[in-house]
């Protein structure tokens, strides 16, 4: 293995396997290309990274599964940190708070937490990294009931630039906690979190399809129930234009469908509300027309993860994220304009997270984000299968945002903003102010500034 220097072996250049496994990523259409970079295992591995980049006159750059990697700046002049850290996740039943080492999935959460009654807010795939997911806001399949996942982070452990491990809560240092949990990074290695998990006995989850020529009466009826629909309910609606992969159903790819997938949540082994409202949301759906495929079932709470059938393996892809008001009818025939069947849409899936409930409550002790004011999170994709099509990608997620302009709030969740170029803003100019502050006390020289999100400081 090439080396870096003389102090840490572990550091790898472009060439070496090592290289290529720290800086794999899974969005292929964003390599990450630092000076350098590590895949840090312990925290010793942390701090000679970080002694590295300063003797060396080089940023840090952090990531675990580089799901944001198109959403990062290029990393030129910076050793990248991966972390996966050692150690299971780690379960306090008593408590309801899990202990999560850096680079742990989703999946192996769910997994310690089931033989408890417990779950986490976790998002829609067992393979997203949870560090990068919660700090970054996280839309969770139960967001309704339990708000933002970053909401349930309470205590966080980070190395900071110089080289110190904190544990950092309410109490040791009330400011950074605030300005980690939503203020854009750049304060550190964060190499673990503690989060507070709730019960979850049973769930009714699953994903019902129908072909595209139902969308428009299909949208109305979903919208409607959304207005007043119960806590206990997350939903998404999406269009999705799948190709034919051994791994996609032949009813999903032999044509457009709308899909509605979603969770219901029972904290108890009584199911018969839970069952009640999952009808109030599939019955005038199922009415509309009979599903060419429906998983909707009552079953545990792992199957959550795998309802909104998220690819699990890397792939390239380009897209867009909005956060959007009422859409109203009006909304709902432009979103339907300009990805539903004959729009001549290159995305493969386009569509909205229902929000409300919980999503939108402040919590009195969450971070610098801890709700959203929007019904809806707008998400459209595809893949650049090849240069034409990634142009025409572009073009599309620009038609799309300018028909959804009349509803767009503005802001943007950055654990779903998919490119750098694209607006991002989740912070007002005063929280960004409070952010930098804290920055400047804890990273004086800089050292982290790469992994800022946009908008997420005055000085970028």
Not at 33 to 42: D, G, I, N
Not at 290 to 315: C, K
């Amino acid at each position: 293995m090439t080396t870096l220097g003389e102090q840490d072996t572990s550091i790898s250049l472009p060439g070496d396997a090592a290289y290529d496994a720290a800086t794999q990523v899974f969005n292929l259409a964003a390599p990450a290309r630092p000076v350098a970079a590590v895949t840090a295992h312990t925290i010793d591995q942390v701090r000679n990274a970080i002694r590295h980049a300063e003797s060396e006159g080089l940023q840090v750059r952090v990531h675990a599964t580089g799901h944001a990697s198109a959403a990062t700046r290029p990393m030129d002049g910076a050793v990248l940190i991966r972390t996966e850290l050692g150690g299971a996740v780690e379960i306090d039943a008593r408590s309801r708070v899990a202990r999560v080492p850096a680079g742990t999935r989703w999946g192996a959460v769910a997994e310690a937490g089931a033989p408890y009654g417990l779950a986490a807010p976790h998002g829609s795939s067992p393979t997203v990294g949870v560090v990068g997911y919660l700090l970054r806001g996280g839309l969770s399949p139960y967001g309704r009931q339990v708000g933002l996942a970053v909401n349930s982070v309470r205590a966080i452990e980070l190395v900071t630039a110089d080289g110190e491990l904190r544990r950092v809560d309410a109490s040791s240092d009330p400011q950074l906690f605030w300005a980690l949990r939503g203020g854009g990074g750049g304060f550190g290695v964060v190499t673990a979190v503690e989060i507070e998990l709730f019960s979850a006995v049973k769930v009714i989850t699953g994903a019902a399809y129908w072909p595209a020529v139902h969308a428009e009466r299909l949208l109305s009826a979903w919208r409607r129930w959304t207005l007043d629909a119960p806590r206990e309910v997350t939903t998404s609606l999406r269009v999705m234009n799948l190709p034919p992969l051994p791994d996609v159903p032949p009813a999903l790819a032999a044509g457009p469908v709308l899909s509605v997938d979603g969770a219901v949540l029972s904290t108890t082994d009584d199911v018969t509300v839970a069952r009640r409202y999952a009808e109030d949301l599939l019955g005038p759906l199922r009415a509309v027309a009979e599903p060419v495929m429906d998983t909707w079932e009552l079953t545990t709470p792992a199957a959550v993860l795998h309802a909104h059938m998220d690819p699990s393996d890397p792939v390239p892809f380009h897209g867009d994220h909005m956060l959007l008001s009422e859409i109203g009818d009006d909304g709902a025939a432009e979103f339907l304009r300009v990805v539903g069947e004959g729009s001549g849409s290159p995305l493969i899936v386009a569509g909205l997270r229902q929000l409300g409930g919980a999503f939108s409550v402040p919590d009195p002790a969450g971070g610098a984000l801890d709700h959203l004011d929007a019904r809806y999170s707008y998400a459209g994709s595809g893949v650049p299968f090849d240069p034409d099509v990634a142009r025409a990608l572009v073009d599309h997620c620009a038609k799309v945002r300018a028909a959804l302009e009349p509803w767009d709030t503005g802001r943007t969740v950055p654990s779903f903003v998919e490119r750098l170029d694209q607006p991002q803003r989740h912070l007002s100019p005063e929280q960004v102010d409070a952010v930098d502050r804290v920055r400047a006390r804890v990273d004086p020289s800089g050292r982290f500034r790469g992994d800022i999100a946009p908008n997420a400081s005055a000085f970028l």
